[in-house]
Nanobody, 124 residues
Framework: VQLQACGGGLVQAGGSLRLSCASS????????MGWFRQAPGKEREFVAA????????LYAYSVKGRFTNSRDNTKNTGNLQMNSLKPEDTAVYYC??????????????????WGRGTLVTVSS
């Protein structure tokens, strides 16, 4: 199983980025997907999650209204649209997949597979 996150980069505060997570080696529509991030010196934290068919989504309070989670099961890809970015959004962002019957946990230890992460840097 491979998850490959991409789309990170350097952006000014107020700008936007779109992260994508491409999966292979698993039946993507049988998995929910989560996004987590880890800022320097901090623990990894939950950002957003989406269930197997895209109907249910969850967001951390800090990103709600600014980030939008989506997925395309025909392309085995999940996406995180990030708008109105703030310097405090600076972190390495990770995508992760979890078997759909396990729900959408906001704690990272519940997820089965992880991508390597992509760095998002927001300048002030």
């Amino acid at each position: 199983v491979q998850l490959q996150a991409c789309g990170g980069g350097l952006v000014q505060a107020g700008g936007s980025l779109r992260l994508s997570c491409a999966s292979s080696g698993l039946t993507f529509n049988q998995y929910g997907m989560g996004w987590f991030r880890q800022a320097p010196g901090k623990e990894r934290e939950f950002v957003a999650a989406i269930n197997w068919n895209g109907v249910n989504t969850l967001y951390a309070y800090s990103v709600k209204g600014r980030f939008t989670n989506s997925r395309d099961n025909t392309k085995n890809t999940g996406n995180l649209q990030m708008n109105s970015l703030k310097p405090e959004d600076t972190a390495v962002y990770y995508c992760a997949c979890i078997q759909s019957h396990l729900g959408l946990p906001t704690r990272d230890y519940g997820y089965n597979y992880w991508g390597r992460g992509t760095l998002v840097t927001v300048s002030s």
